[in-house]
Nanobody
Framework: QVHLVESGGGLVQAGGSLRLSCAASGSTFSTVGWFRQAPGKEREFVAAINWGIWSGSRTYYADSVKGRFTISRDNAKNTMYLQMNSLKPEDTAVYYC??????????????????WGQGTQVTVSS
């Protein structure tokens, strides 16, 4: 059974940093990503990383987080991370990790992922 467990959320002041972790068990994944959902809003793409035998590793970011957030993965630990710097109040949301066993470049849509974590709250105060 596949399990994704997020950790690392919390309360931080604007301009601060947090690092989210997502530990996977039960499978290995070729595409992993982070999404977030603020109250009253739809779940939105934040970042993703995929890995293909021929293409290697590639990262993707939403424009709103580009230059501030960094996604990475540790294959040995089957864990992915989201380093969030220069946080803004508008980054406040529940953050979800997502994973797919398939290699895909269609990373912005939730339909590309078949496993999801339970979510972790990130709150940025002004």
């Amino acid at each position: 059974q596949v399990h994704l467990v997020e950790s690392g959320g919390g309360l931080v002041q604007a301009g601060g940093s947090l690092r989210l972790s997502c530990a996977a068990s039960g499978s290995t994944f070729s595409t992993v990503g982070w999404f977030r959902q603020a109250p009253g809003k739809e779940r939105e793409f934040v970042a993703a990383i995929n890995w293909g035998i021929w293409s290697g590793s590639r990262t993707y970011y939403a424009d709103s987080v580009k230059g501030r957030f960094t996604i990475s993965r540790d294959n040995a630990k089957n864990t992915m991370y989201l380093q969030m710097n220069s946080l803004k109040p508008e980054d406040t949301a529940v953050y979800y990790c997502a994973a797919s066993k398939r290699y895909t470049t269609v990373v912005l849509t939730t339909a590309s992922y078949d496993s999801w974590g339970q979510g972790t709250q990130v709150t940025v105060s002004s």
